[in-house]
């Protein structure tokens, strides 16, 4: 049932309802066939099919054709119980701010001197996802219910003890999005979470203005996330209180959170285009809070814990490629397994787990060891790159394990999970990594902002061991090479004569 709702001010949010009283129900037809007819008013605005905007009131019309269902209620209180299927269908007679409401009960029923019944317009709404307009609001979302009780029945005709008011299930609010900086923020899509429940907004076209539909509830955390052509936006307040039935205006002003494909600055700032003045030294990879992403770890300065947000990978290699570790023919440390012996990978399963992950913890680890920039070169070189400068805010530059790698691969790469393979070549045109470098495009030329990842054949070393004598490397080949071509996971030989790439990352 929709219904008219009005302006309330409460600092600026705007919210109110009004509902007019629906005359007695009335029926007369012969005796065992009884007819519900109700007169209902839902609004002042007669050429609108749907819910209308007029300044600060929110206006509403009946469609010939809507359907109101009627359930039976038994008990009082907590003892109270609906019928679990409608006893009686109404339909609106006419359009209008005024419609007759007229339908049988269902053979079965018999109305009787007492008896509650109570009326629902749209009865089985759907609010999870909607499409961010009030007309889509008041043919999936407009939920109403009234009660009346049978004051008389006779020879066919039913009378209800007093009128019929509806009262609308759910707040209606218009959220009037906004940058830092007060501009209007379009987006392609809106998720609310409120209450615990969350609410997919999808719009057909770019808006700034969009309408959703939220059951009513007091004193919740609402929770704003925001996708549009220049990244990804938030917003969070706690103690909102949506009552059902009123119409709420809100400007919200979004903060731009890191988004993947956002170039990432020396000054710990990210955008999604180049920014005149500022020195970009990665992309962001791979965004979450998790182990991935070092949420958590101390930093260098031994008195920070890092409250993660994403993954950032170099624009630059460290420098020319180098072992893993010294071998221990040339005076390098003995085959044994540096880390402990579940941080081993050996298989997919090990590619994708979630726990002994942090590259962080490595690369620190392998530094701290006896002559660390001799006998670890890839960990101590993307441990102390800096080339391009990593922000004091972050946890520098390190060599990522190889399910961070996975995770980039994943993220910004777009490769699909179910490819990720251990010692299996997968994506032979390379379009994850193809990905990559499309972003770091936004930086400047190849070769002088950023060093390309498919420029040839080559190794890129992870900070993950496969075993005591192996290391785990993410091979990339452009171009057939007995028969190889894609990406390739596997071990490598920790100091073998070939020399790989190291591509540090940092997390921030």
């Given at each position: 049932?929709?219904?008219k709702?009005?302006?309330f001010l409460l600092?600026?949010i705007?919210?109110?309802?009004t509902n007019?009283?629906?005359p007695?129900t009335i029926?007369?037809?012969?005796?065992?066939?009884?007819?519900?007819v109700?007169?209902?008013t839902k609004?002042?605005d007669d050429?609108?099919k749907?819910?209308?905007?007029d300044?600060?009131?929110?206006?509403?019309t009946?469609?010939?054709?809507?359907m109101v269902q009627?359930y039976?209620?038994?008990g009082e209180?907590?003892?109270?119980?609906e019928?679990?299927d409608?006893?009686?269908t109404?339909s609106?007679q006419?359009?209008?701010?005024?419609?007759?409401?007229k339908?049988k009960?269902?053979?079965?029923?018999?109305?009787t001197?007492?008896?509650?019944?109570?009326l629902k317009?749209?009865?089985?709404?759907?609010?999870t996802?909607q499409?961010g307009t009030?007309?889509?609001?008041?043919t999936?979302c407009?939920?109403a219910?009234?009660e009346i009780?049978v004051?008389?029945v006779?020879?066919?005709?039913v009378t209800?003890t007093?009128?019929?008011s509806?009262?609308?299930?759910?707040?209606?609010?218009k959220?009037a999005?906004?940058k830092q900086?007060g501009?209007?923020?379009?987006?392609?899509s809106?998720?609310v979470?409120?209450?615990s429940?969350?609410?997919?907004v999808t719009?057909?076209?770019p808006?700034?203005?969009?309408f959703?539909?939220?059951?009513?509830k007091?004193?919740?955390t609402?929770t704003l996330?925001?996708?549009s052509?220049?990244?990804?936006?938030?917003?969070?307040?706690a103690?909102?209180?949506?009552?059902?039935g009123?119409?709420?205006?809100?400007g919200v002003k979004?903060t731009?959170?890191?988004t993947?494909?956002?170039?990432?600055?020396s000054d710990g700032?990210f955008s999604?285009t180049l920014?005149?003045?500022k020195?970009?030294?990665?992309?962001?990879?791979?965004?979450g809070?998790?182990?991935?992403?070092e949420?958590?770890v101390?930093?260098?300065?031994?008195?920070?814990?890092?409250q993660s947000?994403?993954?950032v990978l170099?624009?630059?290699?460290?420098?020319?490629?180098?072992?893993?570790?010294?071998n221990p023919s040339e005076?390098?440390p003995?085959n044994?397994?540096?880390?402990?012996?579940?941080?081993?990978?050996n298989d997919r399963?090990?590619?994708?787990r979630?726990?002994?992950v942090?590259g962080?913890?490595n690369?620190?680890f392998?530094?701290?060891?006896?002559?660390?920039?001799s006998?670890?070169p890839?960990?101590?070189q993307s441990w102390?790159?800096?080339?391009?400068?990593?922000?004091?805010?972050t946890?520098?530059?390190?060599m990522p394990?190889?399910?961070q790698w996975?995770?980039m691969?994943?993220g910004l790469g777009?490769?699909?999970?179910?490819d990720i393979?251990?010692?299996?070549?997968k994506d032979?045109?390379l379009t994850?990594?193809?990905?990559?470098?499309?972003?770091?495009?936004?930086?400047?030329?190849?070769?002088a902002?950023y060093d390309g990842?498919s420029d040839g054949n080559?190794n890129?070393w992870?900070s993950?061991e496969?075993n005591?004598?192996?290391?785990t490397?993410?091979a990339v080949?452009p171009t057939?090479?007995?028969g190889q071509?894609g990406?390739?996971?596997a071990?490598?030989t920790k100091?073998n004569?070939?020399n790989?790439?190291v591509r540090p990352?940092?997390?921030?």
């Amino acid at each position: 049932m929709r219904i008219k709702y009005t302006m309330f001010l409460l600092a600026a949010i705007l919210a109110a309802c009004t509902n007019e009283p629906l005359p007695e129900t009335i029926v007369e037809e012969a005796p065992e066939s009884y007819t519900l007819v109700v007169t209902a008013t839902k609004g002042n605005d007669d050429t609108t099919k749907a819910l209308s905007l007029d300044d600060k009131t929110l206006n509403a019309t009946w469609k010939a054709g809507e359907m109101v269902q009627v359930y039976s209620v038994e008990g009082e209180g907590s003892e109270e119980a609906e019928s679990s299927d409608p006893v009686g269908t109404l339909s609106a007679q006419g359009s209008g701010a005024t419609a007759t409401l007229k339908g049988k009960f269902l053979e079965g029923y018999t109305p009787t001197v007492g008896a509650k019944l109570r009326l629902k317009f749209n009865d089985k709404p759907d609010y999870t996802t909607q499409e961010g307009t009030l007309e889509y609001i008041a043919t999936h979302c407009d939920f109403a219910l009234a009660e009346i009780t049978v004051g008389a029945v006779d020879a066919g005709t039913v009378t209800a003890t007093a009128p019929a008011s509806f009262e609308n299930q759910q707040a209606v609010v218009k959220f009037a999005l906004k940058k830092q900086d007060g501009t209007a923020l379009n987006v392609t899509s809106l998720t609310v979470k409120y209450a615990s429940s969350t609410y997919d907004v999808t719009l057909a076209t770019p808006a700034s203005d969009i309408f959703v539909a939220i059951p009513g509830k007091s004193n919740k955390t609402v929770t704003l996330t925001a996708t549009s052509a220049d990244g990804n936006f938030s917003y969070e307040k706690a103690d909102i209180t949506f009552e059902k039935g009123k119409y709420y205006a809100i400007g919200v002003k979004m903060t731009r959170i890191p988004t993947l494909g956002d170039l990432y600055y020396s000054d710990g700032t990210f955008s999604w285009t180049l920014e005149d003045g500022k020195t970009p030294i990665g992309v962001i990879a791979y965004v979450g809070t998790d182990a991935f992403t070092e949420n958590g770890v101390t930093l260098r300065d031994g008195t920070t814990t890092l409250q993660s947000h994403g993954l950032v990978l170099c624009l630059k290699n460290t420098t020319d490629p180098v072992k893993w570790r010294k071998n221990p023919s040339e005076g390098g440390p003995a085959n044994v397994i540096v880390f402990s012996s579940n941080a081993q990978v050996n298989d997919r399963d090990d590619l994708l787990r979630t726990t002994d992950v942090s590259g962080y913890t490595n690369t620190k680890f392998l530094t701290e060891q006896t002559d660390a920039e001799s006998n670890y070169p890839a960990a101590y070189q993307s441990w102390n790159y800096s080339v391009l400068t990593a922000p004091a805010t972050t946890t520098g530059w390190f060599m990522p394990s190889i399910q961070q790698w996975v995770k980039m691969l994943t993220g910004l790469g777009g490769m699909n999970e179910s490819d990720i393979t251990w010692k299996v070549w997968k994506d032979p045109s390379l379009t994850s990594i193809h990905n990559l470098e499309a972003v770091m495009e936004k930086a400047g030329a190849r070769g002088a902002a950023y060093d390309g990842m498919s420029d040839g054949n080559r190794n890129y070393w992870s900070s993950s061991e496969s075993n005591a004598g192996f290391a785990t490397s993410l091979a990339v080949y452009p171009t057939n090479s007995n028969g190889q071509q894609g990406m390739y996971i596997a071990g490598f030989t920790k100091g073998n004569s070939w020399n790989y790439y190291v591509r540090p990352v940092l997390a921030f």
